[in-house]
């Protein structure tokens, strides 16, 4: 025992003089995607039967680029009357038109959409990070494509619905009120409007109040790809706006993915009504690391879970559970990565972590450290600097955590990781079902049986073996628990817009 | 001891993609090119041609020393890389000039020979006054799973090596997986070689990014638990100047400041020093200078 104690004590003082020093005479220079090309209006009004509208009372508010502070546009904040008419417009265009034509003509106009989408991918990916924060290297190569995607992938299912309900003859709802989260806004605006048109529904969608432009840009799209009016009308505004939609009887189904507080709220008041729902709220993902794992890939893998787009993601990997025998490798691998991490402009190519989406998120990630920190928590923050302006929270990786931490239980929805350690398969599944969520989770191991035990026990909508945040147009996603309801993309997506 | 119990899970989809997103770093401007200055200070010009000729490794001497005639502010290269019957001719051409002499050895490319072959070869190498013994491992040996043997063969020349230090060519090519290129480095590394490099050149692929982040991170491992560097040489297939900024941007991010001068990297490379010229060129005029300006060695 004595020896062992020794033997670390060696090791220690081996490990203080091998410190890697990234402070390199070699800097990368700045690399900043241009903003020359991409048109913006410096009004947005909503999107109604086709049109551009002004509301009903002229009601605007500014929409923040979060890494400046600068207003990039104003947006129109839709009331209960422009709802109305965005309610009655939908439902008109499905009575009249697209619940006439055939899924093929549907479909048409869909793959239209999706190559649209790829013609103005740079245009759309510089939109959504000056307005929300992301990373261009992230919108750019992840958001947009991924957008386009999910149109190409569901146009190619409207008229096969038949084969997707064997047996059946699948017929659309009508209406989808549809509201999306600020985290991915052009993405959340595919997931959710693909599927529902190629289903034949029609859509009221409203975006998230701090990221409503692409949305905007995606109704532009919409009126280039000329699908017939009505069809998809998008009303910005906040959550009075949203819950006028929740609430309208002329809509069929909800489609929410927000916070879970929100999506409980959404729950009662659509408790004994006719509409359909489906929710995909928080999470609070593990994310598993066994001794036996390929420790620099599993590095790589906390580090796309936790720290992709700034830690905004339902789905991170925000609860790490490491092997206690390779505990001490993997913090430290794990500190050496994260100092590599470049943190700032995210117009940046080589930026990898942006700016926080709002002032508000920034306050609430903030107060949540200062909780780990009086919770007795270790914290490492690589010692980075941040930009003077704008919204910013270096990456940050708690240990000395337990389950009873409140930076283990709640949602923080930012760059920051909690990291326990376990012993036995069965400690771990234990800890990591001890939550109210269940959205996703990840298990890094070199057995394939491992695998397929413990993910077979972790309850939770979506589990990656020796990857994470993978995300494709014909996989099902959705939660277990507070996480949601009903699952969006893949041949499951469709299901709740349809009755059969 | 039991090499075998070494053997790491490398897992090929994750380095390929942690690989994937290096070379989304976009290195502009003043960054390039102090980056292409620093490439062409890690160049190992080599040239391992049976037909090779006194003349030929006086030129590729002359043009170690200074790369470009007509081109100002040029290092250096750090080395020239024949093999040992031209060694004599190389030190004699590079004296006094601080490019080093390397050469390669241990019945090179192959490394099917006797022992005592090989023994001899390297202390010929250094008696003629190579300052490098680049040496291949026996891949024949290593992939029966006499990971003892080619320890053993690999601290035997580095005693015959001397002052001189010695590059342990791993032959990547050979190996089949990265979780055998992991070891190779590993065994390698224990056994005491001074610099991994992944290829001879004679085999593709010969060095590629994926091979060379798995050596990096075996490099790195080393460090942690000792403190002690082992220097890095891709060689074979790089060929120009967008390539090799990518390694150095792996080196940057996995090794960091230390590694990034040519006591610790090195490219083994001869086409890739025109590439950096005419690059170099651009950044100055702004536009291409066609290729017959730059001596082809």
């Known amino acids: 025992m004595e020896k062992t104690k020794t033997q670390n004590k060696e090791l220690t003082s081996e490990e203080q003089k091998a410190e890697i020093n990234f402070k390199t005479d070699w800097q990368y220079a700045a690399s900043p995607e241009s903003t020359d090309h991409i048109q913006l209006k410096k009004k947005y009004d909503l999107f109604i039967n086709g049109k551009f509208v002004a509301p009903a009372k002229p009601k605007y508010f500014d929409s923040i680029n979060p890494s400046t502070e600068e207003k990039i546009a104003e947006v129109a904040e839709a009331d209960e009357a422009d709802v109305n008419k965005a309610v009655k417009a939908a439902r008109d265009a499905y009575k009249g038109k697209w619940s006439k034509i055939s899924a093929s003509e549907r479909a048409k106009y869909m793959f239209r959409i999706a190559r649209i989408i790829q013609e103005k991918a740079r245009e759309l990916a510089v939109i959504e990070t000056m307005d929300g924060g992301k990373p261009i290297r992230e919108s750019r190569d992840i958001d947009i494509p991924l957008a386009a995607a999910h149109f190409f992938y569901y146009a190619g299912w409207a008229d096969k619905l038949n084969y997707a309900v064997p047996g059946k003859t699948p017929k659309p709802l009508g209406v989808a009120g549809q509201i999306i989260p600020w985290n991915f806004p052009l993405l959340m605006a595919a997931w959710k409007i693909a599927p529902a048109l190629a289903t034949g529904n029609t859509v009221v969608l409203k975006p998230a109040e701090t990221t409503s432009l692409t949305a905007l840009k995606l109704a532009e799209i919409i009126q280039e790809a000329d699908l017939p009016p009505g069809v998809v009308n998008i009303v910005t505004g906040a959550g009075k706006t949203g819950s006028l939609i929740v609430n309208h009887p002329g809509v069929d189904k909800i489609a929410f993915t927000g916070s879970t507080d929100i999506g409980k709220l959404i729950q009662k008041s659509l408790a004994g009504t006719h509409k359909k729902y489906t929710l995909e709220l928080g999470g609070k993902a593990a994310n598993i690391i066994f001794e036996d794992a390929s420790i620099d890939q599993a590095v790589e893998g906390i580090v796309n879970g936790i720290f992709f787009n700034q830690g905004h993601v339902c789905c991170a990997g925000s609860r790490l559970f490491v092997q206690e025998s390779v505990f001490e490798i993997v913090m430290r691998k794990l500190k050496d990565r994260i100092a590599t991490l470049v943190v700032g402009n995210p117009l940046d190519k080589n930026t990898d972590i942006g700016a926080i989406n709002s002032k508000a998120q920034l306050d609430k990630i903030s107060e949540y450290h200062s909780i780990g920190l009086k919770e007795g928590a270790e914290c490492y923050q690589p010692a980075c600097e941040v930009p003077s302006k704008g919204y910013w929270f270096r990456p940050t990786v708690f240990w000395n955590v337990s389950q009873a931490s409140r930076i283990v239980q709640e949602e923080i929805f930012g760059p920051v990781l909690t990291v326990q350690t376990f012993r036995t398969i069965q400690e771990v599944v234990e800890k990591a079902n001890n939550t109210p969520y269940g959205l996703s989770g990840g298990i890094w191991t070199d057995k394939g049986s491992k695998i397929f035990k413990v993910s077979g026990e972790l309850k939770a909508g979506v589990v990656w073996a020796n990857t994470f945040n993978k995300f494709d147009p014909t996989s099902p996603f959705g939660g277990y628990k507070e996480s949601g309801i009903g699952r969006e993309g893949g041949l499951h997506g469709l299901m709740p817009y349809l009755q059969y | ?297």
């Open chain 2, 1 to 297: 001891m039991n090499y075998h119990l070494l053997k790491k899970p490398i897992d090929q989809v994750g380095v390929e993609e942690r690989v994937a997103r290096f070379k989304t770093r976009s290195i502009k401007k003043q960054s390039k090119v102090q980056a292409m200055k620093l490439a062409l200070s890690m160049l190992d010009l080599t040239t391992l041609e049976g037909k090779d000729s006194p003349n030929k490794v006086k030129q590729i001497c002359a043009k170690a020393i200074k790369p470009c005639e007509w081109m100002h502010d040029l290092p250096s290269v750090a080395a020239v890389c024949v093999y040992p019957n031209h060694v004599r001719t190389a030190t004699t051409a590079l004296k006094g000039s601080g490019v080093k002499v390397a050469s390669v050895s241990t019945a090179f490319p192959s490394g099917n020979a006797p022992m005592k072959v090989k023994i001899e070869d390297t202390k010929f190498a250094v008696e003629e006054g190579a300052d490098e013994i680049d040496m291949v491992i026996s891949r024949g040996k290593f992939l029966a799973g006499e990971y003892n043997f080619v320890h053993d063969e690999i601290a035997t020349i580095k005693e015959a090596c001397g002052k001189s230090h010695l590059k342990v060519i791993l032959e990547t090519g050979e190996l089949e997986s990265y979780e055998n290129v992991r070891l190779a480095s590993d065994i390698a590394i224990l056994a005491g070689a001074d610099f991994i490099k992944t290829s001879t050149g004679k085999i593709e692929p010969a060095a590629t990014l994926p091979v060379t982040l798995v050596m990096l991170e075996a490099i790195r491992d080393h460090f942690y638990a000792t403190g002690k560097m082992v220097g890095m040489k891709p060689a074979g297939g790089i060929r120009k100047e967008k390539e090799a900024l990518q390694y150095l941007v792996m080196v940057k991010e996995i090794l960091g400041e230390a590694w990034l001068n040519p006591n610790y990297f090195r490219f083994g490379a001869s086409t890739l020093a025109n590439d950096l010229l005419m690059q170099l060129q651009k950044e100055v005029t702004g536009h291409y200078q066609s290729l017959d300006y730059f001596s082809i060695d």
